[in-house]
């Protein structure tokens, strides 16, 4: 009889990770004066998901430092490669703040992603996604990708929308200027999804991922597009 393979570890966040925001929590406040709303309603134990808007790179900091438990990312899988000292480097801090890499396609790559975000939940941790995908040039919400309900259903993790504002303002050295642009985090309210339960699965994930996007509008108060995002590759 073969073995089974053993069962990948669950990426988690190091030492860097809590460090880095130690650091960052002031640096940002400095900078960008964040108001931060809801932080209470993560819970304080168990799974939870957080579905955001996407409007910057900065996204991904700022959340992880106006949360209050460790958040851990997709991060591209790029950023995980290369050689020599500089890629080892990068392998070993995108993985010691818990990045789970991701490749920009589908099949068995973008299963891999979600498995593994499975996994972080499963452990009952917070794990958090850009249903969009990808970052809005445009400024508006676009439609949200079936991944992040299909994480939901997995795990029975909470669902938590996060609406953003902001971010997609910040350039270079903008908060050195008069007027600088103040962040906004909204942490809303887990999402109500036990009327789905028993339902066909590819139905719930439609309802699961609507109800996302409708809740993550509501607190960014961005418009809606109607439509995927096709405008950003990052």
Do not use: C
Request: a positive charge.
């Amino acid at each position: 009889m073969t073995a089974s393979a053993s069962p990948s570890p669950v990426p988690r966040a190091g030492a860097v990770y809590f460090l880095g925001r130690a650091i960052l929590r002031p640096l940002f406040w400095l900078m960008y004066r964040p108001r931060i709303e809801g932080r209470g309603n993560v819970p304080e134990q168990g799974p939870v998901l957080l579905v955001s808007n996407h409007l910057s790179s900065l996204d991904t900091v700022i959340i992880p430092t106006s949360a209050a438990r460790p958040v851990q990312f997709l991060i591209k899988a790029s950023y995980f490669a290369g050689s020599g000292l500089p890629g080892h480097f990068k392998r070993w801090f995108f993985g010691s703040i818990g990045g789970v890499p991701v490749h920009r396609a589908t099949g068995r790559d973008a299963r891999a992603a979600l498995d593994a975000g499975s996994s972080i939940l499963r452990a009952g941790n917070v794990f958090a996604v850009f249903p969009e995908g990808t970052r809005s040039r445009d400024g508006k919400l676009h439609d949200g990708h079936g991944g992040a309900a299909w994480m939901a259903r997995d795990t029975g993790a909470a669902v938590m929308p996060v609406g953003l504002v902001g971010t997609g303002s910040i350039k270079p050295l903008s908060h050195l200027l008069p007027g600088r642009p103040r962040l906004e985090v909204r942490f809303g309210e887990p999402l109500d999804l036990t009327d789905l339960v028993g339902i066909p699965a590819g139905r719930a994930r439609r309802e699961i991922t609507e109800r996302m996007m409708a809740a993550i509008a509501s607190l960014s108060g961005q418009e809606r597009s109607g439509s995927v995002n096709a405008s950003s590759h990052d």
